[in-house]
């Protein structure tokens, strides 16, 4: 069984080539994924002391999604119940005359935790068997290299507004973060009279290893090139505290072409710097 929700868009979720931004669409799964635990939620009864934490988020994009007025459809369903885990499956899709047009599938690990001491819990019979019910196996992912060294440091500005209701950084904005600084290093290794195409997110897998919280003082992210293709790269990145690693990052950007929509090779100046960059990461 699966569970839909209908997704308004916003105008500020757009990205500068006029698609919802892939920081959007992580924001979109996150509404998908309460309505459907709510469901789940009038099954077992509400336990206010208890929550649910991400630790894991991949995503696939499959097509461009723009801004209309019209809801996006979400489906939402669950791939595997573990004793003190379950993943998250979604879609988001259209359904028109011509049939379905995918824009995302992904996938959330999610861990139960308690509230009252800030430790993971067990999944309760009832729990199990409410998650059962949209249970639907899902396909395993072959996993991106995070190997190599760290290139570009960018500070890390937690805001007031970053955190949520159990007063940690909100998963969505650790995505947000690892996009500025991936924008960051991009900009970095340009240099004056570089040629650099335009850049679309294939892929994004993240690690959720600790809670970031609010201060005034800044945490790191690092940031390096783990593969570099003929129309791709793989940008890996850490978020730091010190010699802590708060949480990891592998993103797949693929070379595009705004006049047809597509993708497209990368220009030499910028295929040739994402070279460098691998080999100053040790992989080249």
């Not at 199990?128 to 290139?151: C, I, N, W």
């Not at 900009?187 to 040629?195: A, C, I, L, M």
Request: glycine share 6%; with cysteine.
């Amino acid at each position: 069984m699966r569970h839909t929700y209908e997704c308004p868009l916003r105008w500020a979720d757009m990205d500068l080539l006029g698609h919802i931004n892939n920081v959007a669409y992580v924001d979109y799964l996150q509404e998908a994924r309460i309505a459907m635990l709510a469901e789940v939620r009038k099954i077992v009864g509400s336990r206010p002391e208890e929550g649910v934490v991400v630790v894991r988020h991949e995503l696939d994009f499959a097509a461009p999604l723009k801004y209309r007025k019209r809801p996006v459809l979400i489906d939402t369903w669950v791939s595997e119940v573990r004793a003190g885990s379950f993943t998250t499956a979604y879609e988001i899709y259209d359904e028109t005359p011509e049939g379905r047009v995918v824009y995302l599938r992904a996938w959330s690990r999610l861990a139960p935790m308690s509230l009252a001491t800030g430790a993971p819990r067990r999944l309760g019979a009832e729990e199990r068997d409410a998650l059962a019910a949209y249970v639907e196996p899902a396909e395993p992912r072959t996993a991106l290299t995070a190997e190599g060294r760290s290139q570009h440091v960018y500070p890390v500005h937690v805001r007031w507004s970053d955190l949520d209701t159990y007063h940690h950084v909100n998963n969505v904005k650790f995505i947000e973060y690892f996009q500025e600084s991936r924008i960051a290093y991009t900009r970095s290794f340009h240099q004056e009279g570089d040629v650099f195409g335009a850049f679309v997110v294939a892929r994004i897998d993240v690690d959720f290893l600790r809670p970031i919280t609010y201060r005034a003082e800044p945490y790191e992210a690092h940031n390096w090139i783990s593969k570099v293709g003929r129309t791709s790269a793989v940008f890996a990145s850490e978020i730091r505290d010190g010699d802590a690693v708060l949480a990891r990052s592998q993103v797949v950007a693929v070379g595009f072409d705004p006049d047809t929509q597509r993708s497209a090779p990368l220009p030499p100046d910028h295929h040739g710097r994402l070279l460098e960059q691998l080999a100053l990461s040790g992989l080249g």
